[in-house]
């Protein structure tokens, strides 16, 4: 009788744990992004992506898809240049009172790191960099990450980036669309200037069911240039070749949504900001 009573406490432990986890939509763990050289990462899973986000550097150095496909496709090895080290997100503080905010390669400046919240539906992690000037605010939700700028230094400016790879590799087959217009654009075409509110833009491969958006939550008239390189876009929100110009607290999501139609991705877009 006592066994039977065990081996059902046993058992109802094991299903209530089950429960928990089938409810819990943002789970994070500790590990190794050994696609990205084998540095230490927090690992963020999600119902529509994991995130590996270098405890280091403090930025994206892989974003998997459903399918395991890792659409950012950083990896810290010196000159490999656009094929790996320049890769991620936000990619934002690049010689403006040190590099940070950048999945670690050689020329990344070091931050510390705390976990402010995990809850079932959301975690947030703050990262500071080594010289106390700049402060990055990571928040993951379900459908998406979003990154603020929460500190900025002061006197000096930033970008928010997107250098990755559409579907795991860039090809002449990509595209991508954008709040200017519902055309779609073949991923060698570059987008100049401001985009209109809400400023945003997604790629997408014709083998892939879905696009990585990326989206700025405030509206400016600052450029949003968008060139594509043989191995990686290069899409920087307050950016024109290498100038910077966000100097105030901003918020930016990456994300990915499970259509290629233009009205879906902006109607994802519109709720975000809702």
Sequence with gaps: MLLLLLNACTDQAAQTKQAAQTKQKVNLTHGIDESAGGDSTYIITTPSATYFLEKTGGGLSSMNDKDGVDWLGFHKKPGSAHKGEYRGFPNAIHKQDGSYFHAMNAKTDPSSSVVNMESKNHVQITFTSDNKQWEGTWD???????FTMSKISPGYKYWVQYEGVPNGQMDSTDFWFSSADKKLHLINEPQIGDLPAPEWMAFGDPNSPRMLYMLHHEDDNFPDNYVSRPDMTVLGFGRQDKDKYLTTVQTFSIGLVESKAYSVVDKTIKQILE
């Design 140 to 146: 993951f939700h379900p459908d998406r990450c979003d």
